[in-house]
């Protein structure tokens, strides 16, 4: 008889994996379809095992074999493992993750950067949801949010010019690095790390139309006790890239800019005085937020979480 531990949540997913198991009639694909190393399954098995009192499988060289228990237990485990499916199934349905649809907006850097990796997890957890993205300057952004036109969106601040408005909720998503691009052929291009003070007399290739980037770059040159020489301005980052790699100037970009680096152009750091941009996700304050909406939340801080670090 199954003692109290094994009515818990991690036993139901022991069932599920001895189901597997017995299905595949190897421990190694079982692993795979699950989504496990073949040694957490091991592992889990042999603590079924122990809850009931008896061996549910027999290891052959080309696979395992359930013993008469084992396949006993199968049965029934095959029967509760379907209802539960069939309950989260029903469950989703109700939460409206099997239909539906959401509207998210970023800005361009993220769209190219970290916010791909974030859709292509959330189409796979939920197909059904048709999801729609808008890519538009920080007060579109904003207007697009307060309108309805967006359900969520992401933003960006600073520490001297944080982002506050009541009527919006935000939650940290990650920080990310500023950092400057050089040509190969520079004389800094074997270092790892710059600071301002060395820059001091490098002609500066930024984003037009005041972009908040020009901004970042004067602070930190006045902090450092110099006025930046501006030399070419750009349009994207893919431009500045560009002139960058054939010696027209440097560059200080956030860290998310440079995901698709040009070949020709190196990326230093500028250590603990790097400035530091936090990204955000929006929503409003004062909506009552739908499933689907939920579910892209979750989705997005569990891979930021997964990739902490990854543009310090």
């Known amino acids: 008889m199954l003692n109290d531990d094994a009515r818990d949540l991690y036993d139901l997913r022991r069932l599920a994996l001895l189901v597997e198991v017995v299905e595949q009639g190897s421990i190694t694909a079982?692993?795979?379809?699950?989504?496990?190393?073949?040694?957490?399954v091991s592992q889990q098995l042999r603590k079924l095992e122990q809850e009931v009192g008896q061996p549910l499988l027999n290891r052959r060289s080309r696979g395992v074999v359930p013993t008469e228990a084992g396949q006993v237990l199968a049965g029934h485990a095959r029967k509760i493992v379907g209802q539960i499916r069939a309950a989260q199934s029903d469950l989703d349905q109700i939460a409206g993750l099997r239909r539906g649809s959401l509207t998210i907006g970023t800005f361009p850097t993220l769209a190219g950067s970290f916010l791909p990796v974030v859709i292509r997890a959330f189409k796979k957890r939920y197909p059904a949801i048709s999801l729609a993205v808008r890519s538009a300057r920080f007060d579109e952004l904003v207007s697009d949010l307060e309108s309805g036109v967006t359900g969520l969106c992401l933003l960006w601040d600073y520490p001297w010019n944080p982002f506050e408005d009541d009527s919006i909720r935000t939650t940290e998503v990650f920080q990310e690095s500023t950092v400057i691009l050089v040509a190969k052929g520079h004389p800094l291009a074997d270092r790892d790390e710059v600071t301002m003070g060395e820059l001091r007399k490098e002609s500066w290739i930024v984003r037009a139309d005041a972009h908040p980037v020009v901004e970042v770059l004067q602070r930190s040159a006045h902090d450092a006790g110099f006025e930046p020489t501006i030399?070419?301005?750009?349009?994207?980052?893919?431009?500045?890239?560009a002139m960058v790699s054939v010696g027209m100037g440097v560059a200080m970009v956030p860290k998310t800019a440079v995901a698709l680096q040009h070949p020709d152009v190196r990326v230093l750091g500028l250590g603990a005085g790097a400035p530091l941009r936090r990204v955000l996700l929006a929503q409003r304050q004062d909506k009552v937020y739908a499933p689907a909406e939920v579910a892209f939340h979750t989705t997005l801080l569990e891979i930021a979480r997964e990739r902490a670090g990854e543009y310090l």
């Open 30 to 40: 079982a692993a795979d379809t699950m989504m496990y190393t073949p040694s957490a």
């Open 231 to 241: 030399g070419f301005l750009a349009n994207d980052y893919q431009e500045a890239q």
